[in-house]
Structure formats: structure tokens, C-alpha cells
């Protein structure tokens, strides 16, 4: 049964950083894309970045670039999302999600993580 666990989210000032972890397990995932998303409340999910397990190449959204960082650790088998100068629109529920490449859906997710940004 493939499980994906997010931490390390909480409540944060403006400026401030947090890493959010996502601990995957449950299958094999050297063949797969790992991602990031978010929502805010009242607003559409939306795509963050993501990682290519075994190429390790990354894409990050606009609103992420030059801020965040996507990693991961292959002995743990745990994907991150390094996470600076946070913004209040920063604000939202943080999903970890996997993909086999080349697909277009994400067939796992986690159940998320809240990050909250003060002003």
C-alpha cells in the first residue's frame, strides 16, 4: 500500500523558512515524479514543483522559483520542499504527490501538511 506522510508544516512569520518532508513508502518510486501542490482556502489546488526520483532534474511554478527548493533522499526515501522567504500568500495546505513519468495524473497523495504565514 503505497503511503505518502507529509510534516513539518506550522505557522511561521513573514520572511521566515520552513521544510516540509514527505515520507514515501509502499512501492518503488525510482521511476516515478514526486510533487508538491498547495491550496489556500477558497482557491483551486494548485502545482508547486516537482522532482524526478532517479534523474533528480526539478520544475518549479513561477511563484516558487528563486524561494523554494525540492530535494530528495534517496536512503530515506523522502522527498522535501525547502521553503524561504515565506510570503502570507504562502499560506495554504501542502500535498506531496507522485507520478509514474511521463504521466499526466498523480496517482498518490498525502493528506497535507498546513503552512501559515503571518504578516
Known amino acids: 500500500q503505497v503511503q505518502l506522510v507529509e510534516s513539518g508544516g506550522g505557522l511561521v512569520q513573514a520572511g521566515g523558512s520552513l521544510r516540509l518532508s514527505c515520507a514515501a513508502s509502499?512501492?518503488?518510486?525510482?521511476?516515478?515524479?514526486m510533487g508538491w501542490f498547495r491550496q489556500a482556502p477558497g482557491k483551486e489546488r494548485e502545482f508547486v514543483a516537482r522532482i524526478n526520483w532517479s534523474l533528480g532534474s526539478t520544475y518549479y511554478a513561477d511563484s516558487a522559483k528563486g524561494r523554494f527548493t525540492i530535494s530528495r533522499d534517496n536512503a530515506k526515501n523522502t522527498v522535501y520542499l525547502q521553503m524561504n522567504s515565506l510570503k502570507p500568500e504562502d499560506t495554504a495546505v501542502y500535498y506531496c504527490?507522485?507520478?509514474?513519468?511521463?504521466?499526466?495524473?498523480?496517482?498518490?497523495w498525502g493528506q497535507g501538511t498546513q503552512v501559515t504565514v503571518s504578516s
Open positions: 509502499g512501492r518503488t518510486f525510482s521511476s516515478y515524479d
Open positions: 504527490a507522485a507520478r509514474r513519468e511521463g504521466a499526466f495524473k498523480y496517482d498518490y
